[in-house]
């Protein structure tokens, strides 16, 4: 789980001032779980703040040395805790993010979240912790978050059991690493544990946004759309970062408009090869879009900096001029939505017929 918001932008002084009152707290009520678990969340936030937001390579000698000193700390306000009458989940997830702070090997982490489990089976953030822990950039292997996700949807089963998965997803799929392909998640079940969620719960601004993000990432264009139209302005600035980004996955959920699917629109498209007229049409669009669109490939790649490319069918329905009339994009990604803004209204050569559909993969390799 990242620092929280303000970890890195507080003074010295704020810090100073913080602790000194959760140090008095503890004192005042010597037996307030409480009381000691916010002292050991402040702690740690203190140590990410010595070791700074950035990646590993970057963090100085002495940054990693007062990194390492404040974790210790937090560590030693939950130990003195933990002999209290009265427990808290709280510090069951605060000791799994101090352990990951201070490096302890996944059996020991693993060890914790399955206390804490065993204290209280359906506090989400446990599994969110857990889950994060086993990505590759911690302490696990590619794929071993996602089983690990499954494995405990399933214990729970049922209704919470989804809901878990989803919960897990959401806080994952954050815009803020490469979380392409949903990191190995499955996006019916995703789907499937926030609908129950709502259902239970109601709608919350915040999963309407993350359900949009995964939709685009899951190329679900008729569910982002969906999404996009009950979030309206409501935009989440701690998942898109930039309001250019949520406004380029809704422009591209806004070719689900169309009232084609893209299944259908691929059919369509498929069925047309099938006749001589269409081979020979489908040799004009192929010699047509190389002439006059390669510079416009090649200009939304550089627009975009999407280097993480995989290949994606664009779909497009051109006119008895051929004029494009529709596009459909199989996989969202920068590039898809900038080829499919550039390409609405172009000129194809008049298609064998009106309201024709052709194909065009894209094979911009990884």
């Avoid at 392409?180 to 109601?202: A, C, M």
């Amino acid at each position: 789980m990242a620092p929280a918001k303000g970890t890195y932008n507080s003074s010295d002084n704020d810090w100073t001032v913080h602790l000194g009152r959760l140090q008095r707290w503890t004192v005042q009520r010597p037996d307030s779980i409480t009381a000691r678990v916010a002292l050991a969340a402040a702690q740690l936030q203190y140590a990410w703040r010595a070791r700074g937001g950035g990646y590993a390579d970057k963090v100085t000698d002495d940054g990693w040395r007062v990194f390492q000193q404040r974790a210790e700390m937090a560590a030693k306000t939950l130990m003195d805790a933990s002999s209290l009458p009265v427990k808290c989940p709280e510090w069951f997830l605060t000791t799994q993010l101090t352990a990951r702070a201070l490096g302890q090997s996944k059996e020991v982490q693993t060890a914790i979240f399955e206390k804490a489990i065993a204290f209280e089976p359906d506090y989400q953030y446990f599994y969110r912790a857990q889950a994060e822990m086993l990505m590759p950039k911690w302490e696990g292997e590619e794929g071993e978050m996602a089983a690990f996700a499954q494995q405990a949807a399933d214990r729970i089963g049922g209704k919470k059991g989804d809901m878990i998965y989803f919960q897990i997803a959401v806080f994952l799929n954050c815009g803020c690493d490469n979380d392409r392909g949903l990191n190995g998640l499955s996006w019916p079940r995703i789907k499937r544990g926030y609908t129950d969620l709502e259902e239970q719960y109601g709608e919350f601004i915040g999963n309407l946004n993350g359900m949009a993000y995964m939709a685009g990432m899951a190329g679900d264009m008729a569910y982002a759309h969906d999404m996009f139209t009950r979030i309206g302005e409501g935009w989440d600035e701690t998942l898109w970062h930039k309001k250019e980004n949520f406004q380029m996955v809704r422009q591209w959920a806004q070719f689900a408009e169309v009232p084609k699917t893209m299944a259908a629109a691929m059919k369509a498209a498929d069925d047309n090869l099938q006749t001589s007229d269409g081979r020979k049409f489908d040799e004009q669009v192929a010699k047509t879009f190389a002439s006059n669109y390669s510079a416009t490939v090649n200009e939304c790649i550089k627009i975009s900096g999407d280097l993480s490319l995989v290949p994606f069918d664009m779909v497009l329905q051109v006119g008895g001029n051929g004029a494009v009339e529709q596009i459909v994009v199989s996989k969202m990604s920068r590039t898809s939505s900038c080829i499919a803004a550039k390409l609405d209204g172009g000129l194809f050569p008049p298609p064998p017929k009106p309201d024709y559909w052709i194909k065009i993969s894209m094979q911009i390799q990884r």
